[in-house]
């Protein structure tokens, strides 16, 4: 016999969570629909000005959180996730109070989690197609998968959906977005953190007479945009480069270079195009962020990482002042003036000395780099190739 959806709840420890700013026209059906089939419930109040704390005084069974004034939906789902782990619940399933959800849906939600062999984040997938969603709504969802997918490469069909289930234990305890946007900032921080994000299948219901939204376009669309560009600089700069060596670290040398070289199935242009672009790397004056600008383009190229990054470190300490001196020269030879480093030794270069000729440098060590890279990817790409066919005739 299949447990009671409550019973359920309570051995899974879910409490459901629902913020609240001025729906008193809705409130209480959705309060209704969700304490038939759980009396675990958090209200949090958001500062609401109509007629919702008169309609919260009726319901003195559930937990309430009040806002003295408004401060925003991420801080009101801030506070009610924080008093969901301090009463010691495992998953808090949070519904939007405007009607829209349907709280015969928990039941989703409650069964995938119980068939669930580790912590996951679920959103609930609306039919986005169906002719009562407003146009601006799918647009906006649209521009949110695309860049959720960019800053975490997980395709998900609907990432602005209120209606989830949050895995407490491994979620971030600690957020920086206090409105609308905070959703969003939670599932990408989760995503990086390992945990499985998924949509599941859910009704949704817009009814223009009863529904309030308290989305500000322009002011949260902003928002929204400036927290993406901060995601999207830390994919690049912080994100893939960890992964890369989270991934590095899990396995002997041997084993990963005879995976990711040896045993690599890319095609011997494209390694030879990830060994040029390392050397261009390793060779280019971009110090201090070579390491975290290879790994990064080589995604983007979708191009051989361990090769990339291997090359990039021909600016290994000791190579450094060769790679210099020959920058150096290189751009004397493009770009003369009347302060020649032909008297440069590669023991007497200082900070001063690159500082003097620092235009020469710039010139000189990209051209250096593009000539090298141009070199070395070549010469990879014949000897690879060799390898490659002498491979194949030999099986």
Not at 59 to 70: A, C, G, K
Not at 95 to 118: K, M, N
Not at 204 to 223: A, I, M, Q, W
Not at 368 to 390: E, Q
Request: hydrophobic share 45%.
């Amino acid at each position: 016999m299949e447990e009671k959806l409550d019973t359920l709840m309570q051995r899974l420890g879910i409490v459901v969570l629902v913020p609240t700013y001025n729906n008193q026209h809705t409130l209480a059906r959705v309060l209704d629909g969700v304490l038939t089939y759980t009396s675990q419930v958090i209200v949090i109040n958001d500062g609401a000005t109509d007629t919702t704390a008169a309609i919260l005084d009726r319901y003195t069974t559930i937990t309430q959180i009040d806002f003295p004034h408004n401060r925003g939906k991420g801080m009101a789902l801030r506070a009610g996730l924080a008093r969901a782990r301090e009463q010691g619940y495992t998953y808090a399933i949070t519904i939007d109070s405007d009607g829209q959800h349907y709280p015969s849906d928990l039941e989703v939600f409650v069964r995938e989690i119980e068939r669930a062999q580790d912590p996951v984040l679920l959103i609930g997938g609306r039919n986005m197609a169906q002719d009562t969603v407003p146009k601006k709504s799918s647009f906006g969802n649209k521009f949110s998968n695309f860049w959720f997918w960019f800053e975490t490469g997980i395709k998900l069909n609907d990432t602005q959906s209120g209606y989830r289930a949050y895995p407490l234990r491994v979620i971030p305890k600690q957020f920086y977005t206090r409105k609308f946007e905070f959703e969003i900032e939670i599932i990408v921080r989760a995503a990086w953190n390992g945990v499985q994000v998924k949509n599941v299948p859910i009704q949704v219901l817009y009814d223009p007479t009863e529904r309030v939204s308290h989305f500000r376009p322009f002011k949260d669309f902003t928002r929204i945009s400036i927290l993406n560009t901060v995601l999207v600089f830390l994919t690049f700069f912080y994100i893939i480069p960890r992964n890369f060596f989270r991934s590095f670290k899990k396995k002997s040398l041997a084993d990963f270079v005879k995976e990711n070289i040896f045993g690599s199935e890319d095609s011997a242009a494209k390694m030879a195009a990830s060994i040029g672009l390392g050397v261009f790397m390793g060779i280019a004056p971009l110090w201090g962020f070579q390491t975290a600008l290879v790994i990064t383009l080589s995604v983007f190229f979708r191009l051989n990482k361990v090769l990339a990054f291997t090359f990039s470190n021909i600016s290994l300490p000791p190579f450094i002042p060769l790679i210099i001196y020959a920058s150096l020269r290189v751009g004397e030879w493009l770009m003369p003036s009347s302060a020649s480093t032909s008297t440069l030794l590669v023991h007497t270069i200082s900070f001063d000395s690159i500082k003097a000729h620092f235009v020469q440098y710039i010139i000189g060590s990209v051209a250096l780099g593009i000539t090298m890279a141009v070199c070395v990817g070549f010469l990879s790409y014949l000897f690879i190739r060799s390898r490659k066919i002498k491979t194949v005739t030999t099986q």
